[in-house]
């Protein structure tokens, strides 16, 4: 049984899904972005898993 409160499984599986969002999907479509688009490394775009600010 897991001993992690639930707001710290919901962030961890969030995260994950971001990790995958970025391995399986963004990088998939690196090869259709113009060069100006693609990072100083020549990496496709990532998502951005922060946290959320609310005024």
Known sequence: MSQSAPQRT????????????NAVYLETLKSLYPANRLGPLGDSR?????????A
């Open 46 to 54: 990532r998502t951005i898993a922060g946290p959320v600010i609310r």
């Open 10 to 21: 919901t962030a961890w599986n969030g995260l994950q899904m971001m990790r995958e969002v």
